[in-house]
C-alpha cells in the first residue's frame, strides 16, 4: 500500500483545533514562537536514537525517522518563507510538494543521528528568525502556490501546528510498536 500522499489543505487548523493532536492556534503567543520551535527541535532527537525509530509502526505510516526528515524540512522551508515575508512585499511561495522530497531524498535511508542534528540546526535557525519578528511585522504577507495567503502571524500559528501535529504521530506509532495503549 504505502504512504499516500497527503492532499489536505491544512490552513483550516487557523479556525479551529485540530481533533487530532488537540492544537489550537488561536492560543498560540507569535511573540513565543521562536521558544516554542526550539522546545518542539528538542523533543526530536531522543525520538530519533530509538532503536525502532526507521521502522514503520505500518506500511502506510512513516517512521520516527521519516517523520524526523519532514520536520527538519518543514523548519528549513518556514525559516526561507519567513525570509521572504521579512525582506520582501507580498512575495510569492516556491512550490513545495512534500510527498515528492520524502521521496527524492530517500528519507527513509537517512542516519537518524545525522538527521537529528539538521533537525535542531534548522530549529535552530528557524527559531532566530521568528525571534526577529516584531509587532510591526505581523501584518507582512505571504501566499502560497496554492493561492493561501497569510501574513507573518496566520503563517506562524499554521507553521508550527505541523512539528506538534508531527510529535503526536510519533508517540502514538511509537505506542503501536510497542504493543502499549493508544495515546
Known sequence: MGIVPDDKNWTWVLERPCPDCRFDATTIDIARLGDLVRDNAAAWPELL???????????????ALEYGCHVRDVFRIFDE???LMLETDDPDFPNWDQDAAAVAQRYELQDPAIVADELLAAGAAC?????????????RTGNRS???????????RYFIHDPVHHLRDVAVGNAWLRGAPGL
Open 49 to 63: 536514537a530509538a532503536p525502532d525509530a526507521t521502522r514503520r509502526p505500518t506500511e502506510s505510516r512513516w517512521s
Open 146 to 156: 496554492d493561492g493561501s495567503r497569510f501574513t507573518i502571524d496566520s503563517f506562524g
Open 81 to 83: 518563507r519567513l525570509r
Open 127 to 139: 527559531a532566530a528568525r521568528f525571534d526577529m519578528v516584531t509587532p510591526d511585522d505581523y501584518d
